[in-house]
Structures are given as structure tokens and as C-alpha cells.
């Protein structure tokens, strides 16, 4: 296994991680929080997401209508990664989670650069303030210089792309959940989680569909 910044070494840790991914979706969405992923010679801890659930049951999921080229990988295994392109600029990753055959993900929107600040930085120039290198899931990928390349990497291997747990644990009592940014539907679930205060959380907006002419 390789180690990250943190790393205590030992493969209990991520063995109960590859168990919480591959169990229901909100528990492994709250259990990403304060995870460390690691790409491109840049360490992030995760500091807030959102759960999208599988074809039928989640109107704001990519699976919602079923399986597709795009969003294949989304029906598992666990620990897989799910990388996607939007607005035609920006990569956004989900880390899979579930059992196999039924779609759920979990967007990672957040997190705290602990490692290769000066990679980050490089990245993105024009950020003033390192909490906001990833502060949103697009800026995160940016940082971390995740694009195509990492769809379908198994997040818990030694893969160029590597999620490990916490190096700290997260008290229960510092998550919060809220309804997820910007999405058409389903916007009032609490499927966003974050850890409370964290100056790297992304702000709150709510989607507001526009007004036809």
C-alpha cells in the first residue's frame, strides 16, 4: 500500500474504508469526510460532498435513467472512481459506493490542500487564498490535476489517483448535512454533507430555474 502524508500504515484502516464505500450511500458519504485523496502530487482532505443515489430514485443522479457510457462505472464496484466533464471546462470526481449493479456516487465538492501546496498553487494562479484551491468540486479536480484519465481508478489501490482515510477521526458531532447545491431535482434532500466551519466548505446556493421568455 502506498503511504500518504499522515499515513499510519496500517491496512485495517483501509479495509474498514473499502467496507463503509461498499455499504449504503449516506453513511459512506458522511465517512468520506476528512479522507485524503491524493493525485498528482497533491494531498486533499475532503471537506464536504454530496450523495447521488442510482436509475429511478434520484432525479439529480447521472444514473437516473439508467446505465449509459458516461456514467457506467457509477454501478460499481465500490471504490471506484467516477470522473465527468461539465460546462464543457471543468472535471468533477465522485468516489462509487454501494453494491454492485445499483448506481450511487458521491460527489466530492471540497477540501483542504495538506500536501504538494506548491503543485496546487502552480495549478491555479489566480487563486489568492489557499482555501479556496479546492473549494468547490471543479477546483478541486484542478488541483489536483484529476481530468479523464482518472475515470474508473480504483480509488484504495496504489492507482495514480489514491483515497485514504482520515489520518485523524472525524467526530460525528462536526458533520452537517443540508440540501445540495445547484441541482433540478431532489434539491431539498439532505444529501450534502460537510464538517462545520471548515473555511473550505463551498457556499450554499440553491438551484433557481430561469424564468422562459
Not at 19 to 29: E, S, T
Not at 207 to 213: N, Y
Amino acid at each position: 500500500m502506498d503511504l500518504l502524508p499522515g499515513d499510519h500504515g496500517t491496512d485495517v484502516d483501509l479495509a474498514a474504508l473499502a467496507d463503509l464505500l461498499a455499504g449504503p450511500l449516506l453513511p459512506a458519504a458522511r465517512g468520506l469526510l476528512g479522507c485524503r485523496l491524493h493525485a498528482g502530487g497533491v494531498t486533499v482532505r475532503i471537506t464536504e460532498v454530496e450523495a447521488y443515489a442510482g436509475s429511478g430514485g434520484d432525479p439529480a443522479s447521472h444514473a437516473h435513467r439508467g446505465r449509459t457510457p458516461r456514467n457506467a462505472v457509477m454501478f460499481g464496484p465500490a471504490g471506484h472512481a467516477y470522473v465527468y466533464f461539465t460546462y464543457g471546462m471543468h472535471w468533477c470526481m465522485n468516489v462509487v459506493t454501494g453494491v454492485e449493479g445499483e448506481a450511487a456516487a458521491v460527489l466530492l465538492r471540497a477540501g483542504e490542500v495538506v500536501d504538494g501546496l506548491v503543485t496546487a498553487r502552480e495549478r491555479r494562479p489566480a487563486v489568492r487564498r489557499d482555501v479556496d484551491l479546492a473549494r468547490g468540486p471543479a477546483r478541486l479536480c484542478s488541483a489536483l490535476g484529476i481530468d479523464r484519465a482518472a475515470y474508473g481508478a480504483y480509488l484504495l489501490g496504489n492507482s495514480p489517483v489514491r483515497l485514504r482515510p482520515p489520518a485523524d477521526p472525524v467526530p460525528p458531532e462536526a458533520v452537517v448535512a443540508g440540501p445540495r447545491v445547484g441541482v433540478t431535482g431532489a434539491h431539498d434532500l439532505p444529501w450534502r454533507f460537510w464538517l462545520d466551519g471548515d473555511p473550505t466548505v463551498s457556499a450554499y446556493r440553491r438551484h433557481v430555474p430561469r424564468a422562459r421568455r
